[in-house]
């Protein structure tokens, strides 16, 4: 990740090659963990401070076990429709 990108890459026997990529927004931080508890790795995004927005909102994406992953907002207590697990989302950003 850089402050401007997300890239995600796929191991295939060694090789790697890019599986996803995303334009960012002020991006700081990543980590993977299991957001939605549908037993996959997501990926949370902590964003900091852009020029418009004194904190730019975090950016939760969700593995849709297809190779693909689907970004959804964050919102307090859910991430897109889902609720969170708050626990694993807490292990996963500690970890």
Do not use: I
């Not at 090789?15 to 949370?44: E, H, I, K, T």
């Not at 909102?57 to 297809?66: A, E, F, I, K, M």
């Not at 919102?75 to 429709?81: D, E």
């Amino acid at each position: 990740m850089t402050s401007s990108k997300l890239s995600v890459l796929r191991n295939t026997n060694g090789r790697f090659s890019l599986a996803f990529s995303a334009p960012l927004s002020s991006g700081l931080a990543v980590a993977a963990g299991d957001v939605n508890g549908d037993g996959r790795q997501d990926l949370y995004v902590m964003r900091a401070k852009s020029t418009t927005s004194p904190n730019a909102p975090d950016q939760v994406y969700l593995n849709s076990g297809t190779g693909f992953l689907v970004y959804l907002p964050v919102h307090p207590a859910r991430v897109g429709s889902r609720p969170v697990d708050w626990m694993s989302l807490a292990e996963m950003l500690t970890s």
